[in-house]
């Protein structure tokens, strides 16, 4: 053994899969309020929103989608850091 999964697939990571898909993405959120988006944290949320908006696009169009979500959690990972 190497240490690496053996689930023989190249498929999608289960936990990044579900991110952005809906209220089951979000996993301890029973009880709270779902109209908060996904996440809750309503950057975070629009990010996603956008990716899903760009989903069929062709792949060159979606760069600026995929740059724009990564600099919001960029800095939200930053936020929490300084908290």
Do not use: F, K, L, M
């Given at each position: 053994m190497d240490?690496?999964?053996?689930?023989?697939g190249l498929g999608p990571d289960p936990v990044v899969a579900g991110v952005g898909t809906?209220?089951?993405?979000?996993p301890g959120t029973s009880g709270e309020s779902q109209a908060s988006g996904p996440t809750g944290h309503p950057l975070v949320d629009a990010a996603l929103a956008q990716l899903d908006r760009v989903a069929g696009q062709p792949a060159a169009e979606q760069v600026a989608a995929y740059e724009e979500t990564h600099r919001v959690l960029q800095q939200t990972l930053a936020t929490i850091d300084q908290t």
């Open positions: 240490g690496y999964p053996t689930g023989g809906g209220p089951e993405a979000a």
